[in-house]
Nanobody, 114 residues
């Protein structure tokens, strides 16, 4: 049973930064592409970024140039460095594999507000 545990969220002012982490247990982590997703109040969950097994990355247009996804296969962990945060980045952030998603974790709340 794969478990996803997201952490690192919080309250930050506009233009601030946060680094999210997602620990993945119960799987051969290095075999999977990993993605970050977010869900704002009243909206559907949306894809934010993906990192492939070989390290290639891709980003949603709304975060391109501000967010950076990375992974540490030795720690079974994927990260999301978020810079120049905007109020519209406020959401619960989740990680998962994009191909055949595992059960979703609890997510981590990111609130961008002055």
């Amino acid at each position: 049973q794969v478990q996803l545990v997201e952490s690192g969220g919080g309250l930050v002012q506009p233009e601030g930064s946060l680094r999210l982490s997602c620990a993945v247990s119960g799987s051969i982590f290095s075999r999977y592409a990993m993605g970050w997703y977010r869900q704002a109040p009243g909206k559907q969950r949306e894809w934010v970024a993906v990192i492939y097994r070989g390290g290639g990355t891709n980003y949603a247009d709304s975060v391109k140039g501000r967010f950076t996804i990375s992974r540490d296969n030795a720690k079974n962990t994927v990260y999301l460095q978020m810079n120049s945060l905007k109020p519209e980045d406020t959401a619960v952030y989740y990680c998962n594999t994009p191909t055949s998603p595992w059960p979703w974790g609890q997510g981590t709340q990111v609130t961008v507000s002055s």
